[in-house]
Nanobody
Framework: QVQLVESGGGSVQSGGSLRLSCAAS????????MGWFRQAPGKERELISA???????IYTDSVRGRFTISRDNAKNTLYLQLNSLKPEDTAIYYC????????????????WGQGTQVTVSS
């Protein structure tokens, strides 16, 4: 059974840091493009970062330079380091495994985690 379980969310003040983890089971992440999405209240879920099997990474402009995605294939775990957090980073953060080759193209029917809440206060 495929499962993704996020952890590490919480409440921090502006400028603070958090490290999100996503533990995978039921499949091996090393051959998948893995990504982090977030969904703020009243907004659509958006892809903010992804990492491919060759450790190539992409970031959306709003998080580039502040967030760092990484993967530990031995632990079958995906991470997202969040630094210099801003109130606009407040959202539920989801990890996902893309079905299909590479990180380009649509994320159609990915494997989803249940999400972890990140709240940043000013």
């Amino acid at each position: 059974q495929v499962q993704l379980v996020e952890s590490g969310g919480g409440s921090v003040q502006s400028g603070g840091s958090l490290r999100l983890s996503c533990a995978a089971s039921g499949f091996t992440i090393k051959t998948y493009c893995m990504g982090w999405f977030r969904q703020a209240p009243g907004k659509e879920r958006e892809l903010i970062s992804a990492i491919n099997s060759g450790y190539g990474t992409i970031y959306t402009d709003s998080v580039r330079g502040r967030f760092t995605i990484s993967r530990d294939n031995a632990k079958n775990t995906l991470y997202l380091q969040l630094n210099s957090l801003k109130p606009e980073d407040t959202a539920i953060y989801y990890c996902a495994a893309k079905v299909g080759p590479g990180c380009s193209g649509q994320w159609s029917n990915p494997f989803w985690g249940q999400g972890t809440q990140v709240t940043v206060s000013s």
